[in-house]
């Protein structure tokens, strides 16, 4: 630096070496952050596979995908139409049963079985449980009702059941995740 | 800081005189909760919450210290090892049902902590630092004890965990993300078991720092009185001890023999039986609740049902969050200068009805979650807010208080006669 430029050269080498340390100190914060996120152990369960040939129309099974239920439930010609009469603007998260299922099978619906509220596992995917007023799920904690679409027609979740990634492999196996 | 007529630190034996000049350590004993330590001669048993609050913290570090030497935070054994405590440790049982009961009764002891400080204004200067920091403090027991009910690993520490970290994920844009972090998973498994053990370990001793802190603030204005009069001469104050370690002392007796009767009669009163049945997350218990200390703000986070602008879960969560954060700015919502309640005819009235209105929130947070519940906690919770943001900034500005005493001695002898009182020395 060129002399009478008004910088002294001990200020800059105060600033500098002050500046690198907080640089330092601040990378440091980095491993200490990221620890906490998911590892790689946790990641690697991601995908899960399942057949679902057994599942009878009506019927529903609970799977695990990412430590997390899963519902897939093949719903009967009944259930889709009753999931097609509703008017979609008239929904709190409008979708059609369309956009929440594969193309040529409507007929399943793949959700998280994790209520959009706080979490719960809603009932309705085996035998005998309360399906809530619209047929489809209902979650004990809070009192959420879905319909047989799995979207949020009453109760206090914000959203419809989470449909994760997935693809048919075969006509009776997906991959989710 | 204390008055000037407070007694002095004056060893006698060589040893303690030694100490003094080395490290002063029984100089600040005498001066905090001793002989040094001029307290106003009118304290009433509700001033006995915060010497109990004190004796539950150091309960609860000594039977949870013990109780991690035999508890594995591991989610694959996380809930034999504490069976293991039960069953098969020697006075496991009784340890960890004294942790268990020492919780809820902590609990207790601050809440008639809190109440004492509304009815008595507390918070009112010169005692807004020693209010704040108490907010701190019930903030830090409640996550305290939120993590430590984790750690069993049954079907209610498993799905709490979920619900309330679920209450990070209804944060928009960063919600989700900062919930896997939170748990480092897509729920709760080994990694937030973990790291709610380490967390629930740590946390008291942030607790301790803070309880010293309030105390400090506490004593540089000196404490509260019933009258809200402030101290004004030696004859209105008593030195801490032996009058008060004596006072503290009965209360403490009276509240280890109804924390006894709990711990070794009704052990699982205030416990969920659905906690004994292993983690599992691919079932909710039907009735899902909180411990019964979180139930009026469980309350006020399930009254929001209909979206508004933001959505209902967010409204919940912030309801919730604001139901404790408003305590911040009591000493800002109440302007009055008459400090107690005995001495503000209407206020006492309000205070009344929010005393109801918090049971019913307590009763209303254990509650299902359908009507009429839902509607009643939609009614208890907006009363609950106008209570703080509206009617007590009113009261306080409408209000017409019954006449002072001059002063404490006045209060406690109907006169302020000097002679009357206990002082050995003029009252400087």
């Known amino acids: 630096m060129a002399p009478g430029d008004g910088v002294r050269r001990r200020d800059f080498i105060e600033i500098a070496a002050v500046s690198a340390a907080g640089i330092g100190g601040l990378a440091t914060l980095v491993p200490l952050i990221s620890q906490m996120a998911p590892s790689r152990d946790v990641l690697a369960g991601s995908t899960t596979e399942i057949d679902v040939s057994a599942i009878e129309p009506g019927m529903a099974i609970k799977a695990v995908f990412r430590k997390q239920p899963l519902f897939v439930r093949n719903l009967t010609p009944q259930e889709v139409a009753a999931a097609d009469a509703v008017a979609v603007s008239s929904l709190r998260d409008p979708q059609t049963l369309e956009e929440r299922t594969k193309e040529g099978k409507t007929n399943w619906l793949v959700t998280m079985g994790v209520c959009t509220h706080l979490g719960c596992v809603p009932l309705g995917a085996a035998e005998g449980e309360n399906k809530g007023e619209f047929g489809g799920y209902f979650c004990p904690c809070h009192g959420s009702h879905y319909d047989t679409a799995g979207r949020i027609r009453k109760g206090p979740a914000p959203t419809n059941l989470l449909v994760p990634e997935y693809t048919f492999t075969t006509d009776t196996q997906i991959v989710v995740g | 800081m204390s008055f000037p007529w407070a007694k002095p630190y004056e060893p006698k034996a060589p040893l303690m005189r030694y100490l003094d000049e080395k490290l002063p350590l029984p100089r600040l004993v005498f001066n905090a909760i001793g002989a040094g330590y001029p307290v106003p001669r009118n304290l009433s048993y509700m001033w006995n919450f915060g010497v109990l609050a004190g004796f539950c913290l150091v309960l609860q570090i000594v039977t949870g210290i013990i109780l991690a030497m035999h508890y594995a935070p591991n989610a694959a054994v996380a809930f034999n090892s504490t069976e293991h405590i039960m069953r098969d440790v020697n006075w496991g049982w009784m340890l960890r049902y004294a942790h268990a009961n020492g919780a809820s009764a902590f609990f207790v002891v601050i809440y008639l902590h809190i109440f004492r400080g509304f009815f008595y204004g507390s918070y009112k200067p010169p005692r807004e630092m020693v209010w704040l920091l108490g907010v701190v403090i019930f903030l830090l027991l409640m996550a305290t004890a939120f993590m430590g009910y984790v750690l069993p690993w049954g079907q209610m520490s498993f799905w709490g965990a979920k619900v309330i970290t679920g209450l990070f994920g209804a944060i928009p844009l960063v919600g989700e993300p900062l919930q896997i972090w939170l748990l480092g998973g897509f729920a709760p498994d080994n990694a937030a078991l973990n790291r709610f053990f380490s967390l629930h370990y740590l946390l008291p001793f942030v607790i301790v720092g803070a309880v010293i802190l309030h105390i400090w603030a506490l004593h540089i204005p000196g404490s509260s009185n019933p009258t809200g009069v402030e101290v004004k001469t030696e004859s209105d104050t008593v030195p801490f001890h032996p009058y008060f370690t004596a006072k503290d002392g009965f209360g403490l007796a009276v509240f280890l023999l109804l924390y006894c009767t709990m711990l070794f009669f009704l052990p699982n009163a205030l416990g969920h039986p659905d906690n004994y049945i292993p983690a599992n997350p691919m079932a909710t218990p039907a009735h899902i609740v909180p411990e019964w200390y979180f139930w009026p703000f469980y309350a006020i986070l399930r009254a929001f049902t209909v979206d508004f602008i933001l959505p209902a879960k967010l409204w919940g969560v912030l309801a919730m969050f604001a139901s404790i954060l408003v305590w911040f700015f009591l000493p800002w919502l ?81 006169s302020d006669d000097d002679k009357a009182v206990l002082a050995t020395t003029p009252a400087s």
């Open chain 2, 334 to 414: 109440d302007k009055s200068p008459v400090r107690s309640g005995h001495y503000r005819p209407l206020f006492r009235k309000f205070f009344v009805v929010l005393v109801i209105d918090m049971g019913f929130l307590f009763w209303l947070g254990g509650a299902a979650a359908e009507e009429p519940y839902v509607m009643m906690s939609q009614i208890a919770t907006a009363y609950y807010f106008l209570h703080f943001l509206v009617i007590l900034p009113i009261i306080s500005m409408i209000e017409r208080p019954d006449p002072l005493p001059f002063s404490i001695t006045e209060a406690v002898l109907g």
